[in-house]
């Protein structure tokens, strides 16, 4: 791994690989709760990869985890917790808009505010700056919508006076390695509203895909109806 940089500053990815490390060992039996729990602490404690190498040195993993890795997956959880700063840390919308959308940054927390208009921050095909992130969210007479990605856990702390927090997703898990996203804050006669939605991509992709079996069918029905114009004579005896 990396015993010739011990003091090289590890990333919230490197953490989560050892983490996940932990996740199987314990399924496996090779610790118990108690060893586990220590562990991991101690991996989301680390900051350097001498911290972290020992965690798992005596663990079936093709000897000690290489923390040192090329880039990950595009799209995967672990390449889009960037660190960092965030691209946008505030939305105003007063008897206006704003729209936070595309590919952007998420900051560990980003507070916007709304009167007399509305906001809508999409996180589909966001970034984040840590795993853990805040949206504080203040509408007066406006509106918010937060839009999350399928994996994404969401947890909604608002307090609503004539208005109120969307929390129909709370309590969904989220996948290994996916950010948190903590929506708190203030509506009164307004709304916080949050939806889960599939990133435009994969929205595409999934419209090619039944576009494609729907032509496919069309072209099967087209070759039984040929094929049954040319039977030759006396097959239905």
């Known amino acids: 791994m990396t015993e010739e940089l ?3 500053r590890a990333s919230d990815a490197d953490r989560e690989r050892v983490a996940e490390i932990l996740r199987e060992a314990l399924a496996e039996g090779r610790l118990d709760m108690e060893e586990f729990g220590e562990r991991l602490d101690a991996t989301y404690k680390a900051r350097t990869y001498g911290e ?3 965690i798992t040195r005596d663990l079936p993993v093709a000897g000690t985890v290489n923390l040192v890795k090329g880039p990950e997956p595009d799209g995967s959880w672990a390449s889009r917790i960037t660190g960092g700063e965030g691209t946008s840390s505030l939305g105003v919308a007063v008897m206006s808009g704003f729209e936070r959308k595309g590919r952007w940054t998420v ?3 980003f507070n916007c505010f709304a009167f007399w208009g509305g906001g809508e921050i999409d ?6 700056a840590d795993r853990e992130v805040v949206i504080n969210c203040v509408a007066i007479m406006g509106g918010i919508n937060v839009v999350v990605p399928p994996g994404v856990e ?3 702390r608002g307090i609503g006076v004539m208005g109120g927090f969307d929390q129909r997703e709370d309590g969904i898990p989220g996948d290994p390695g996916a950010p948190r996203v903590i929506i708190t804050g203030f509506a009164f006669w307004g709304g916080v509203g949050v939806e889960r939605k599939l990133p435009r991509a994969e929205r595409r992709r999934l419209r090619e895909e039944r ?9 099967r029905q087209a070759l039984d109806k040929h094929g049954s114009h040319h039977r030759p004579y006396g097959d239905d005896d």
């Open 107 to 109: 900051p560990r927390r």
């Open 52 to 54: 972290l190498t020992p």
């Open 6 to 8: 011990p003091e090289l």
């Open 154 to 156: 969401v947890s909604t």
């Open 123 to 128: 996180l589909r095909e966001a970034n984040f």
């Open 211 to 219: 576009r494609q079996e729907k032509l496919q069918g069309k072209q």
